[in-house]
């Protein structure tokens, strides 16, 4: 497989374990996906928050997950850039009543793909 191709395999299968993780509230497997010094922003207007990662996953854990409150699982990559030892990647996906956007920033640190910052922003879902 090319390197190009093996990245994106990589890539995708970090996403999948990311909205998994979110939809769990599963730390065990949200946690590996980011890299220990990554950052998590919140840039919605009104609700501007930036966490360290163990802040950010006790938020998670905290959480009443969706997959336990019936919320149908939506969420789909819209775009990935790929350059070297380092990717970008927007997502969308939707719970809790919200719209999130996420820009995704990746690093390659010993043939891993980890997140090293989560910048997102959210909107109510329409009714």
């Given at each position: 497989?090319?390197?190009?191709?093996?990245?994106?395999?990589?890539?995708?299968?970090?996403?999948?374990?990311?909205?998994?993780?979110?939809?769990?509230?599963?730390?065990?497997?949200?946690?590996?996906?980011?890299?220990?010094?990554?950052?998590?922003?919140?840039?919605?207007?009104?609700?501007y928050v930036a966490l360290s990662l163990p802040?950010?996953?006790?938020?998670?854990?905290?959480?009443?997950?969706?997959?336990?409150?019936?919320?149908?699982?939506?969420?789909?990559?819209?775009?990935?850039?790929?350059?070297?030892?380092?990717?970008?990647?927007?997502?969308?996906?939707?719970?809790?009543?919200?719209?999130?956007?996420?820009?995704?920033?990746?690093?390659?640190?010993?043939?891993?793909?980890?997140?090293?910052?989560?910048?997102?922003?959210?909107?109510?879902?329409?009714?």
């Amino acid at each position: 497989m090319a390197g190009v191709e093996r990245d994106m395999t990589a890539l995708m299968g970090v996403m999948a374990q990311y909205f998994e993780g979110l939809y769990q509230a599963d730390i065990d497997v949200l946690g590996p996906v980011f890299h220990r010094d990554a950052r998590y922003v919140n840039a919605s207007a009104g609700h501007y928050v930036a966490l360290s990662l163990p802040d950010y996953l006790a938020r998670v854990k905290a959480r009443t997950p969706p997959a336990h409150t019936g919320d149908a699982r939506k969420d789909q990559v819209i775009s990935v850039r790929c350059e070297g030892d380092m990717a970008f990647i927007t997502a969308r996906m939707e719970m809790v009543g919200l719209a999130y956007l996420d820009y995704l920033t990746f690093i390659r640190t010993d043939e891993t793909w980890q997140i090293i910052a989560k910048i997102f922003t959210h909107q109510p879902l329409e009714a």
